[in-house]
């Protein structure tokens, strides 16, 4: 449109849309680079040193038959800028929510919700030397007690009576099933803790209405331990304990939610969802596309707030560089 008031060019929607769809590596080329710039401004000023909050969120084009593509997100806290970024398409093989999708690094820490409670992306974090606080999921990991046989998770949790009342247990997470004759993971463990609240009478009331409607939808009867777990806050975390007590992991994962605040806004303000084309390289091209939008605002937002009073950076003067007043 303003090619066009500006009598530069008049551009059909058709040649527009062939040129945005031209335009996707180049956009995530944008997308990448930003990243990589806004990396040095990011401090380490916070309580927890290399706090990272991962999610997914599903961006479907309008109408019945739009596609559905996944953006895979890394946020660093309490900075709130973006440090990785993967879209995939939402149906298919290798596309789920993994902790494996992300680049992990020592001394990080990973907070994430129950979709991530696999041992497979549990046991990568640990291994890059990083720790992870997640949201427990029951049916998606085996936790082992200290004599490597099961935890009776279901005995543990009905010692918890009170409200707000918390539990805590040294566990492992394993993800091989346990051999009939000697009961030992196939496996390798990744030693960790069950930090455990117990969620008031209105909390449980409306997990279990979840539990229930989620039920109803996939054509299924609600099993009677979901129903139980809806009263818990599991979550299970490597960090360590000499660090932090049950209470401030359980308030770590709490911020956990920003990232999804941060979904919310991309898909309200910067409507990520409304895709223009049912074609696969258009639609990446127009997802990029916001992206650099949304990168470019986290990066305007880092540099107002950090703005000199007289507007520019200082610069040591280079050994070689003469002022121009003795030229």
């Not at 380490?44 to 961006?59: F, N, P």
């Not at 992206?291 to 540099?303: C, D, F, H, M, S």
């Amino acid at each position: 449109m303003r090619a066009r008031e500006a009598g530069l060019a008049d551009l059909s929607d058709v040649a527009l849309l062939k040129r945005l769809r031209k335009s996707k590596d180049w956009l995530h080329g944008l997308c990448r680079q930003l990243l990589v710039e806004q990396a040095p401004a990011v401090g380490q000023g916070s309580v927890v040193e290399g706090l990272r909050l991962v999610d997914a969120t599903a961006i479907q084009e309008p109408g019945p038959t739009g596609s559905t593509w996944r953006i895979h997100y890394s946020m660093s806290w309490p900075q709130f800028s973006c440090d990785h970024f993967e879209l995939t398409a939402a149906r298919g093989p290798g596309v789920a929510e993994s902790l494996t999708r992300f680049p992990v690094h020592r001394g990080d820490h990973l907070v994430a919700d129950r979709g991530y409670s696999k041992y497979e992306g549990v046991r990568y974090v640990s291994q890059h030397g990083a720790a992870i606080t997640v949201r427990f999921r029951p049916t998606g990991a085996r936790l082992l007690s200290g004599n490597q046989r099961p935890f009776a998770l279901r005995r543990h949790l009905q010692r918890i009576e009170k409200t707000g009342e918390v539990g805590c247990w040294p566990v492992s997470m394993s993800g091989g099933e346990a051999d009939r004759v000697s009961r030992q993971p196939s496996s390798a463990p990744v030693p960790g803790r069950l930090c455990v609240l117990r969620k008031t009478k209105l909390a449980t009331t409306r997990a279990e209405a979840r539990a229930r409607r989620k039920a109803s939808k996939d054509g299924h009867k609600v099993r009677e331990q979901t129903l139980f777990y809806a009263g818990y806050v599991m979550i299970f975390t490597t960090a360590d304990p000499q660090r932090f007590t049950a209470r401030q992991i359980l308030e770590i994962y709490r911020l956990r939610w920003q990232i999804e605040l941060v979904f919310k806004r991309f898909k309200q303000l910067a409507q990520m969802g409304h895709l223009p084309k049912e074609d696969e390289e258009s639609s990446k091209a127009w997802l990029y596309g916001k992206l650099v939008v949304a990168l470019l605002t986290e990066r305007l937002i880092q540099r107002a707030e950090s703005f000199s009073p007289w507007g520019y950076d200082l610069m040591e003067p280079s050994p070689k560089s003469q002022p121009l007043a003795g030229i």
